[in-house]
């Protein structure tokens, strides 16, 4: 008997379907969302809804990092949304137009997002407030977000030290002057 023969009898067919990725999901993967997908928060950080489901393992559905986009800080969420309301304004999630969800950009197995997930509070790895909770943060079925933009402001230490050899250099020109 074949394997889809084997599948249908089985009973199987909804199952396998729901966890194969979808050919547009594939088609896209990898791409640079539409302009209309972004949201720019207006701070330097710019939005995407990835996925609706974790990130990152466990998940149902691992999310690709590319195109400078990347897993927020707890400072660029509150940075970007002061709570759980401000995303679901800046997504204008109870307007849901699904034309928002790049989700075949980035997720591995979908190629739809949950608004209504996110409008719960189900967030991943966003911090309490626009989490619902921290158990809702790291549901695997949470919904993804992801930001590019401006980085930690902080400078890195080889930075730190040629900022100290160079103020190291003028406090010695300024001695032999003087």
């Not at 309301?85 to 137009?97: E, K, Q, V």
């Not at 619902?132 to 930001?147: G, K, P, Q, R």
Request: proline residues 6%; contains cysteine; glycine residues 10%.
């Amino acid at each position: 008997m074949r394997i889809k023969n084997i599948i249908i009898s089985l009973g199987l067919l909804p199952l396998v379907l729901a966890f194969a990725p979808t050919a547009n999901a594939v088609a896209l993967l990898g791409q640079e969302p539409a302009a209309s997908k972004i949201f720019d928060a207006g701070n330097g950080l710019e939005w995407v809804y990835a996925a609706p489901c974790a990130g990152e393992s466990p998940s149902c559905g691992v999310v690709q990092l590319h195109h400078d986009f990347r897993f927020a800080t707890d400072n660029e969420w509150i940075d970007s949304f002061t709570d759980l309301a401000g995303l679901i304004a800046a997504f204008d999630l109870t307007n849901y137009d699904s034309a928002i969800c790049a989700a075949p950009e980035f997720s591995t197995a979908h190629n739809h997002c949950d608004p209504n997930d996110a409008i719960s509070g189900w967030v991943w790895h966003a911090p309490v407030g626009i989490a619902l909770d921290a158990s809702y943060a790291e549901d695997s079925w949470a919904e993804t977000f992801l930001v590019r933009g401006r980085v930690n402001d902080a400078p890195e230490p080889a930075g730190l030290g040629l900022l100290g050899l160079g103020l190291l250099g003028l406090g010695l020109a300024r001695k032999r002057r003087g």
